[in-house]
T-cell receptor, first 113, second 112 residues
Framework: SQQGEEDPQALSIQEGENATMNCSYK?????LQWYRQNSGRGLVHLIL?????REKHSGRLRVTLDTSKKSSSLLITASRAADTASYFC?????????????FGSGTQLTVLP | DGGITQSPKYLFRKEGQNVTLSCEQN?????MYWYRQDPGQGLRLIYY???????QKGDIAEGYSVSREKKESFPLTVTSAQKNPTAFYLC???????????FGDGTRLSIL
C-alpha cells in the first residue's frame, strides 16, 4: 500500500467551519508535504514540514507532524467555498533512496456555501 | 511568468500507437517528474529526472519512455506496450530532488 494515507477520504463542511485532514505513513521521513488539487487541474504545493518540526502555519493553514505516531494533520480554518478541492499528503523517505514523493490517495473536501 | 506547461490538454490514442506528451518548464528547475493519476486515486510516479541527460524509473515505468535532452523539456511517450493508458498524466518540476514540486495542468489520455 502507499506510504501516505489520508483520512477521511471525503469531508463535507459548511463555510466558516474548520476542516481537519489526517495523513498516516509507514516509514521514517525526511519531510512531509501537503498539496491541493482542484478538479481537472494540477497539484499546488501548500506547505512542507520537516521531520524535526512539529507545527507550521501558512495563512489559514496549520500543519502538525507527530513522528512518533507517523502522522500529520492539515487544518484549514474558517473554510471558504473556494477551498473545495482534493488534498494530498506526500512523503519523502529518509532511507537515502532516490525515490521521490509518495502521494496518498487524498481527501476530497467540499465546503458548502 | 514562470511555469510548467503540458500539451496537449486532451489526447486520444489508437490501438498499437505510440503517443508523446509534452512538458516544458521555464522555472530553471533541475528535477522533473511524470505521474499518472487514475480516477479518485493519488499520483503514481512513472519516471523522474534529476538532471539533464539522466532519468530514473519510478513505480510504474513499464510501457512508458522519457528523454531529457534539455533542462526545460521532459517528454513522455506512452508506448503500445502500455495496455491501460487511459489516465490523467501530470508533469512536475522542482529545484532539486525532494523539494516542493510545481505541477502542470495535466494531459488527459483516452483510447479510441
Amino acid at each position: 500500500s502507499q506510504q501516505g494515507e489520508e483520512d477521511p477520504q471525503a469531508l463535507s463542511i459548511q463555510e466558516g467551519e474548520n476542516a481537519t485532514m489526517n495523513c498516516s505513513y509507514k516509514t521514517s521521513i525526511n519531510n512531509l508535504q501537503w498539496y491541493r488539487q482542484n478538479s481537472g487541474r494540477g497539484l499546488v504545493h501548500l506547505i512542507l514540514i520537516r521531520s524535526n518540526e512539529r507545527e507550521k502555519h501558512s495563512g489559514r493553514l496549520r500543519v502538525t507532524l507527530d513522528t512518533s505516531k507517523k502522522s500529520s494533520s492539515l487544518l484549514i480554518t474558517a473554510s471558504r467555498a473556494a477551498d473545495t478541492a482534493s488534498y494530498f499528503c506526500a512523503t519523502v523517505i529518509s532511507s537515502g533512496s532516490a525515490r521521490q514523493l509518495t502521494f496518498g490517495s487524498g481527501t476530497q473536501l467540499t465546503v458548502l456555501p | 511568468d514562470g511555469g510548467i506547461t503540458q500539451s496537449p490538454k486532451y489526447l486520444f490514442r489508437k490501438e498499437g500507437q505510440n503517443v508523446t506528451l509534452s512538458c516544458e518548464q521555464n522555472l530553471n528547475h533541475d528535477a522533473m517528474y511524470w505521474y499518472r493519476q487514475d480516477p479518485g486515486q493519488g499520483l503514481r510516479l512513472i519516471y523522474y529526472s534529476q538532471i539533464v541527460n539522466d532519468f530514473q524509473k519510478g513505480d510504474i515505468a513499464e510501457g512508458y519512455s522519457v528523454s531529457r535532452e534539455k533542462k526545460e523539456s521532459f517528454p513522455l511517450t506512452v508506448t503500445s506496450a502500455q495496455k491501460n493508458p487511459t489516465a490523467f498524466y501530470l508533469c512536475a518540476s522542482s529545484i532539486t530532488l525532494n523539494q516542493p514540486q510545481h505541477f502542470g495542468d495535466g494531459t488527459r489520455l483516452s483510447i479510441l
